[in-house]
């Protein structure tokens, strides 16, 4: 068996090939799995770029890669290492903030389950900052009232 990168690893080095070293973000569901808060693998990698582009799938899995268009200098990340090395992505707090606007009923069980996981991690007031500079106040009231 030839070795692979995972799925994240290999969204990241796909983002900066095309977009250039710390422009990409990983986000949503790949930033949870960066996070060690969705412990199964998924078959789509997220990442936030600052222009529109197509899906790509992978040539060597089933697999694809999806741009996720965002003002991406406004996202709260952070510099996490792969095996393929350094790569951003979305603090907890931005990652539960973009998977509860995504999902606004919570009727994603991976996205719940997610949110579940990170709140622990969650500083109150990095989310309720995030959250107004990035009008995503509904959000956040949704969000802490469901705890």
């Known amino acids: 068996m030839t070795w692979r990168p995972t799925l994240e690893a290999a969204t ?8 250039g070293d ?19 693998a998924i078959g789509v990698g997220y990442v936030a770029v600052p222009t529109r582009r197509r899906a790509l799938r992978l040539a060597d899995r089933e697999s694809e890669v999806r741009f996720v268009t965002r ?33 606004p009923r919570a009727e994603d069980l991976d996205a719940q389950e997610v949110i579940d996981a990170l709140w622990p991690e969650c500083d109150p007031a990095a989310l309720e900052e995030i959250a107004g500079r ?13 705890r």
Do not use: F, K, S
């Open 71 to 103: 003002a991406v200098a406004e996202l709260d990340a952070i510099a996490m290492t792969t095996e393929l090395g350094q790569v951003l992505v979305t603090t907890p707090e931005q990652t539960v903030l973009d998977l509860a606007r995504a999902d």
């Open 22 to 40: 710390r422009v990409p973000v990983l986000t949503g569901l790949t930033a949870a799995r960066m996070h060690r808060a969705l412990p199964r």
């Open 134 to 146: 990035q009008r995503m106040r509904a959000t956040y009231r949704r969000v802490v009232a469901n």
């Open 12 to 19: 990241a080095a796909v983002a900066t090939a095309l977009y």
